[in-house]
C-alpha cells in the first residue's frame, strides 16, 4: 500500500464503521519456525496504533486480532493455479499472481481464523493505561460532538419545515385576499 500508518489507520476504520465490523484480523508474517520477524514487530506496532484509532473512534466494542498468515501466499498462489486449471485457461505468471495473491491470501488468512473461531490469535491490548484512557476521553469527546452535530441538523431540518410551512401559510392567505 501507498499509504503511510495514519492514513491506512484512517481507512481501515472508516471500512469499519461503515461495514459495522466487530473485528479486526491482521495477518502476522512469523518465520517458518514460528518466531517472529522483524516484520512481525511491524505488524505489532501498527496493531497498537490501529487499536488506538480505533478505540478513538469506536470505543472498546472492535477487538483486534493479530492472525499466523504463515503459508498463505502459497496456498493463495496455488488456488489461483487451480483454478485456472480448472477453467482452461492460462497459469498465471509471477507478474500477473501478484496483483491477486495478497487478496486471495487475505481470505484465507480469514478463512482459517473463522475456522478455528479466533481461538489461537493474539489479541492486540493498549500496552500504556494513560493512552488507553486518552483514547477512551476522545472518543467520549466525538459521541458528544456526533451528538451536537446530529441535534443542529435536527434543528436544521425544522427551521427548513417551518420556514415551508409559513411560505404555505402566506401563499394561501394571498389566494384567499384574491379570490375576495
Same mark, same amino acid.
Given at each position: ?31 517458518? %519456525? ?61 507478474? %500477473? ?84
Amino acid at each position: 500500500s501507498n499509504l503511510n500508518a495514519t492514513e491506512l489507520a484512517t481507512t481501515v476504520v472508516n471500512y469499519v464503521i461503515s461495514e459495522q465490523a466487530t473485528n479486526i484480523v491482521l495477518g502476522l508474517p512469523l518465520h517458518k %519456525d514460528g518466531s517472529d520477524s522483524e516484520q512481525s514487530n511491524i505488524t505489532r506496532e501498527f496493531g497498537q496504533f490501529l487499536l488506538q484509532e480505533v478505540r478513538k473512534r469506536c470505543g472498546t466494542k472492535i477487538s483486534i486480532t493479530l492472525w499466523d498468515e504463515r503459508y498463505t501466499s502459497k496456498e493463495a498462489a496455488t488456488r489461483i493455479k487451480a483454478e485456472a486449471i480448472a477453467r482452461k485457461s492460462r497459469i498465471p505468471s509471477a507478474s %500477473d499472481l501478484e496483483a491477486e495473491l495478497d487478496a486471495d491470501a487475505a481470505c484465507i488468512i480469514l478463512e482459517d481464523y473463522y475456522k478455528e473461531l479466533g481461538e489461537d490469535g493474539e489479541v492486540i491490548v493498549l500496552e500504556d493505561e494513560a493512552v488507553e484512557r486518552e483514547c477512551a476521553e476522545i472518543y467520549v469527546r466525538n459521541l458528544q460532538l456526533q451528538e451536537e452535530q446530529r441535534k443542529s441538523m435536527m434543528e436544521q431540518r425544522e427551521k427548513g419545515r417551518n420556514a415551508r410551512q409559513e411560505m404555505i401559510a402566506r401563499a394561501k392567505a394571498v389566494e384567499e385576499s384574491a379570490n375576495k
